[in-house]
């Protein structure tokens, strides 16, 4: 007969026991969705993402706070739920037309919630265009923001769009797949914050934003400014080119427009024809130009591609990375051309924008022209690495050729899709391997063979 404790046999006490433990161990696992993946933090976010864009953009003082306020994980769980919309102030609305006072009180450590709510005022969970703005003789539309509180959409009848108290001064600014973000004028503050600023410092009469047309002067002149006139459209910019010029380095500079542009036409031939020169000049690349110049079409292609307004990103295998690819891989039809579209990414990317987008998701999956497969980067070791295990890349040499429609960044290793590892990891336990020597070609006979074919 089994011992009792208490009136409980040894074995019932020892199975409970283990029951227990069991439910805890399984409690304690990750949770996993429908599609089997991971709910994790470790999710990996697409480069082509409105939030991406938002840190990337000529709004620089709204990324700023949006780092500062550590809201980059929600707003990461927010873009993988829905298509979110938001409101951006221009940086002049947060420099210069914010109460230095409040713009303390948002900032020091014990008033985060504050700064989190007035960020989140600035968001729509859903997708809203300029077209669907309410018509001057509708009714306001009520939206809820991420802080659980509401924005106003109006028209006037003269046209304007208003969020709130701000105009809409620049729809559609910049628009991707999973949301919208449009420029406003001023800086958007709930009540709440208002309040909670007001209380802390016991000063009720004082307002956050400074009031509407209060004269500036001309530090130059000491004189007050009058205010510029409208300016047309097509007319030479008003600011000088170093007020215009991308943020330094702490952030990516601004993306290239994309197609549409103000000219509406630009040379993509010679574009392309002038970085597969740069290219062969620059040295150890001499099997890249082969490929997009004599072995297939791909340079007319870009050219064309170039012409109609498209950015590109090529991510270009050195000569010693090229001397590794075997016969099989080469072989097939159509494979040097494949091989080369999956090193193409229809985006504008510098070494600094990959490594600051990098640096701050972990993981980016960049589009390429080999659709539907993607280029995973991520950071390792002060670098950007592409690919994963042994079929990864290195950035090796940076910024080969950057012209504000074509970028170059030279990589240590050809990529391939997962699914090709795979499929060439079998071939190379069956057979063989038998590697493709090419000698490599001097500089000054591409560049022959380059201009005939450009």
Same mark, same amino acid.
């Given at each position: 007969?089994?011992?009792?404790?208490?009136?409980?046999?040894?074995?019932?006490?020892?199975?409970?026991?283990?029951?227990?433990?069991?439910?805890?161990?399984?409690? =304690?696992?990750?949770?996993?969705?429908?599609?089997?993946?991971?709910?994790?933090?470790?999710?990996?976010?697409?480069?082509?993402?409105?939030?991406?864009?938002?840190?990337?953009?000529?709004?620089? &003082?709204?990324?700023?706070?949006? &780092?500062?306020?550590?809201?980059?994980?929600?707003?990461?769980?927010?873009?993988?739920?829905?298509?979110?919309? @938001?409101? =951006?102030?221009?940086?002049?609305?947060?420099?210069?037309?914010?109460?230095?006072?409040?713009?303390?009180?948002?900032?020091?450590?014990?008033?985060?919630?504050?700064?989190? +709510? %007035?960020?989140?005022?600035?968001?729509?969970?859903?997708?809203?265009?300029?077209?669907?703005?309410?018509?001057?003789?509708?009714?306001?539309?009520?939206? +809820?923001?991420?802080?659980?509180?509401?924005?106003?959409?109006?028209?006037?009848?003269?046209?304007?769009?208003?969020?709130?108290?701000?105009?809409?001064?620049?729809?559609?600014?910049?628009?991707?797949?999973?949301?919208?973000?449009?420029?406003?004028?001023?800086?958007?503050?709930? /009540?709440?914050?208002?309040?909670?600023?007001?209380?802390?410092r016991?000063?009720?009469s004082?307002? !956050?934003?400074?009031?509407?047309?209060?004269?500036?002067? *001309?530090?130059?002149?000491?004189?007050?400014?009058?205010?510029?006139?409208?300016?047309?459209?097509?007319?030479?910019?008003?600011?000088?080119?170093?007020?215009?010029?991308?943020?330094?380095?702490?952030?990516?500079?601004?993306?290239?427009?994309?197609?549409?542009?103000?000219?509406?036409?630009?040379?993509?031939?010679?574009?392309?024809?002038?970085?597969?020169?740069?290219?062969?000049?620059?040295?150890?690349?001499? &099997?890249?130009?082969?490929?997009?110049?004599?072995?297939?079409?791909?340079?007319?292609?870009?050219?064309?591609? $170039?012409?109609?307004?498209?950015?590109?990103?090529?991510?270009?295998?050195?000569d010693?990375?090229?001397?590794k690819?075997?016969? *099989?891989?080469?072989? &097939?039809?159509?494979?040097?051309?494949?091989?080369?579209?999956?090193?193409?990414?229809?985006?504008?990317?510098?070494?600094?924008?990959?490594?600051?987008?990098?640096?701050?998701?972990?993981?980016i999956?960049? *589009?390429?022209?080999? %659709?539907?497969?993607?280029?995973?980067?991520?950071? !390792?070791?002060g670098?950007?690495?592409?690919?994963?295990?042994?079929?990864? =890349?290195?950035?090796?040499d940076?910024? @080969?050729?950057?012209?504000?429609?074509?970028?170059? /960044?030279? @990589? *240590?290793? $050809?990529?391939?899709?997962?699914?090709?590892?795979?499929? +060439?990891?079998?071939?190379?336990?069956?057979?063989?391997?038998?590697?493709a020597?090419?000698?490599?070609?001097?500089?000054?006979?591409?560049?022959?063979?380059?201009?005939?074919s450009?």
């Amino acid at each position: 007969m089994d011992s009792h404790i208490y009136g409980v046999s040894k074995k019932t006490l020892f199975l409970f026991t283990l029951l227990c433990l069991s439910v805890s161990s399984i409690s =304690a696992l990750p949770h996993q969705n429908k599609a089997g993946n991971s709910t994790g933090t470790g999710q990996m976010i697409n480069s082509n993402s409105v939030l991406v864009a938002l840190l990337d953009s000529h709004y620089t &003082e709204l990324a700023e706070l949006v &780092e500062k306020a550590l809201l980059l994980q929600t707003l990461e769980e927010a873009v993988g739920k829905h298509n979110i919309t @938001i409101f =951006a102030p221009r940086n002049e609305a947060l420099e210069r037309q914010l109460d230095p006072e409040f713009k303390r009180f948002l900032l020091e450590p014990g008033n985060l919630k504050s700064l989190q +709510t %007035l960020l989140l005022f600035h968001i729509i969970p859903q997708r809203v265009g300029s077209n669907d703005w309410p018509g001057h003789k509708s009714n306001p539309s009520r939206h +809820t923001t991420l802080c659980n509180d509401h924005q106003h959409l109006i028209t006037q009848n003269s046209g304007k769009k208003l969020v709130g108290s701000a105009e809409v001064t620049r729809p559609d600014d910049v628009i991707r797949p999973d949301g919208v973000i449009h420029g406003i004028e001023r800086l958007l503050i709930p /009540q709440s914050v208002q309040e909670d600023f007001n209380r802390r410092r016991n000063l009720r009469s004082i307002s !956050a934003v400074l009031p509407e047309g209060a004269p500036e002067v *001309d530090p130059r002149t000491h004189r007050l400014k009058k205010p510029e006139p409208p300016v047309r459209a097509g007319s030479p910019p008003v600011l000088p080119i170093y007020d215009a010029m991308s943020p330094g380095p702490s952030l990516a500079p601004a993306p290239a427009p994309g197609p549409g542009g103000p000219h509406h036409h630009f040379d993509g031939e010679s574009q392309v024809k002038d970085f597969i020169q740069t290219l062969l000049l620059y040295g150890g690349y001499n &099997e890249m130009a082969d490929i997009l110049v004599n072995l297939t079409s791909l340079a007319t292609e870009m050219g064309r591609l $170039v012409s109609e307004g498209y950015v590109l990103t090529v991510l270009a295998p050195n000569d010693e990375a090229m001397a590794k690819l075997t016969t *099989d891989q080469l072989s &097939e039809p159509g494979a040097p051309e494949q091989i080369i579209y999956y090193h193409i990414i229809p985006e504008y990317q510098t070494e600094e924008s990959m490594y600051n987008a990098v640096r701050r998701f972990g993981k980016i999956g960049y *589009d390429t022209l080999r %659709l539907p497969h993607k280029v995973v980067a991520q950071e !390792a070791d002060g670098s950007v690495k592409f690919g994963s295990g042994d079929g990864s =890349a290195y950035l090796f040499d940076p910024d @080969i050729y950057t012209d504000g429609r074509i970028s170059v /960044q030279g @990589i *240590d290793g $050809v990529l391939f899709p997962e699914v090709e590892k795979e499929s +060439t990891s079998v071939k190379k336990s069956v057979s063989s391997v038998k590697v493709a020597t090419t000698n490599p070609r001097r500089g000054m006979l591409l560049l022959s063979s380059v201009n005939l074919s450009l």
